[in-house]
């Protein structure tokens, strides 16, 4: 019934041609550009305050009420409720954090930290992964693909498991992935396929091996993932009592996650369910750094979408001449060639955006701070809270302002960077961490090393305690 009243529609306002929500695309047929699910909000009817979604809290047996992601389903309207696929996601924690915030420079009760590293594979990828499984459903597909840097794969492994709806097939570059997120795939049975190459690589050859055996592709491409990942900031929104924060702060790698906020926000603020859009900040890191290169220093703008398709053509070409690769611990976030770049320019004129870059440095101290002050995550999700203490270095961001970063995968993904980082033994810090340009860890907790002796452990427990 929701069918009509949803479709699929190209982001370039000079293009606009529109698809049925039953066609599996990832691009307009017509000029190659990405898409978006739009809805006709007139005849939808949603719900004229956010507070209506507060009456799902008491239904928790129903599975889609209580995924995080369908209980907005109102908010994400392109298929029936009984063809809603869920595992359980979303049920993630906004978390204030004092410890952190004073880290960056914020006041007392300013920062809050989205951690959804507590989803059920262990990061934010399904939320979007549970919308798109719900989309592949009514198309019929049997098998899904994805390019990862690990987390999608994991993903969509996870739900290929649960569900039994698709069988999972995932590329990956070669060596370039955290065991934690291997471990994952190669246990839920996907079918794993180690590409020569990086993730750029592996993403390229994804699209054309699913176009060529019609195999329904599960990347941030699928504009479909990107309605389940809105749901973030929607239980950012509910977790603040509905009020937005003056500052959204996110990763940038393929940029699904910016341009899903960025999204929700336009929306909510265009259905009168919110009366001010937060600013977003959209971190990279410094060896992937392509977002910061072309709005930051080259000035690449959405220009109510005559974008500037020349100055990102010259970009790449630049990249491929210095034969330039991504490069960084933030496995999940080393992307060159950001599939959502569009989309994502398109969010930061939404939001009133910035961008910046962080070193690997900066990024693991971050990460420190982040587990010291309980739950952790991974070193990518841990680039929102170095961004964040770059701009209130710079005054971008006040003191007094409200700030959300949101974590966006767990501590476990990756525990070779956490050991190294924290290891007394120099060789090894330098042989994982070294080569990324970390010098020191300057919030380390170094394990004590005792012989097997009970006096000499009280003392080193009564010296180090
Ligand atoms: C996928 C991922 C990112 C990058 O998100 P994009 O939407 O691709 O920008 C950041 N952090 C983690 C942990 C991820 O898994
Ligand atoms: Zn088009």
Not at 69 to 89: C, D, K, M, Q
Not at 200 to 223: C, H, K, T
Not at 254 to 275: D, H, M, Q, R, V
Not at 316 to 325: A, F, G, N, P, V
Request: proline share 3%; hydrophobic share 40%.
């Amino acid at each position: 019934m929701f069918q009509e009243l949803a479709f699929q529609k190209c982001i370039s306002p000079a293009c606009g041609a529109t698809y049925g929500v039953d066609e599996v695309r990832v691009a307009c047929g017509r000029c190659g550009d990405l898409l978006d699910v739009e809805y006709d909000w007139d005849r939808l009817q949603p719900p004229d305050s956010l507070r209506y979604f507060e009456q799902w809290w008491g239904q928790r047996r129903v599975p889609t009420r209580f995924s995080g992601v369908w209980r907005f389903h109102e908010l994400l309207p392109y298929a029936s409720t009984e063809s809603l696929v869920t595992v359980g996601e979303g049920q993630t924690l906004l978390q204030q954090s004092d410890g952190v915030g004073a880290y960056i420079g914020l006041k007392s009760g300013r920062l809050h930290l989205e951690y959804e590293g507590m989803n059920p594979s262990g990061s934010f990828k399904d939320n979007g992964m549970s919308a798109a499984f719900t989309h592949a459903r009514l198309t019929g597909a049997s098998r899904a693909a994805c390019a990862s840097t690990g987390n999608t794969s994991a993903s969509l492994a996870m739900y290929s498991a649960v569900t039994r709806l698709m069988k999972a097939v995932i590329f990956i570059g070669s060596g370039k992935i955290s065991y934690g997120k291997l471990s994952q795939a190669l246990e839920y049975g996907a079918l794993t396929v180690q590409i020569e190459g990086d993730f750029d690589d592996a993403m390229a050859r994804v699209q054309e091996v699913s176009r060529d055996l019609g195999i329904y592709l599960v990347n941030s491409v699928n504009p479909f993932r990107l309605e389940g990942q809105k749901t973030i900031m929607f239980r950012v929104l509910e977790a603040l009592n509905w009020e937005p924060p003056d500052w959204i702060v996110v990763p940038g790698g393929n940029l699904g996650n910016s341009s899903a906020f960025g999204k929700a926000f336009a929306e909510l603020f265009k259905l009168g369910l919110i009366s001010r859009v937060p600013r977003l900040a959209v971190i990279n890191a410094s060896g992937a750094d392509t977002l910061y290169e072309l709005v930051t220093r080259r000035g690449l703008r959405w220009n109510r979408g005559r974008i500037d398709k020349q100055l990102i053509a010259d970009y790449y070409r630049e990249l491929d001449e210095r034969h330039k690769k991504a490069s960084t611990i933030a496995s999940a976030i080393e992307i060159n060639r950001p599939v959502n770049l569009r989309k994502c320019v398109r969010a930061l004129e939404v939001c009133d955006g910035v961008v910046r870059q962080v070193t690997d440095q900066d990024i693991l101290d971050a990460k420190a701070q982040v587990g010291a002050g309980g739950f952790g995550c991974e070193p990518a999700s841990a680039a929102s809270v170095a961004g964040a203490k770059q701009l209130v270095r710079e005054g971008v961001i006040g003191p007094d302002e409200r700030v959300v970063c949101v974590l966006t995968g767990h501590q476990l993904k990756d525990p070779t960077a956490t050991v190294a980082y924290h290891t007394t033994d120099e060789e090894h810090f330098k042989k994982v961490l070294g080569s990324r340009g970390v010098e020191r860890a300057a919030f380390a907790n170094h394990a004590v090393a005792v012989p097997n002796d009970l006096n000499q452990i009280i003392q080193a427990i009564e010296q180090h305690g």
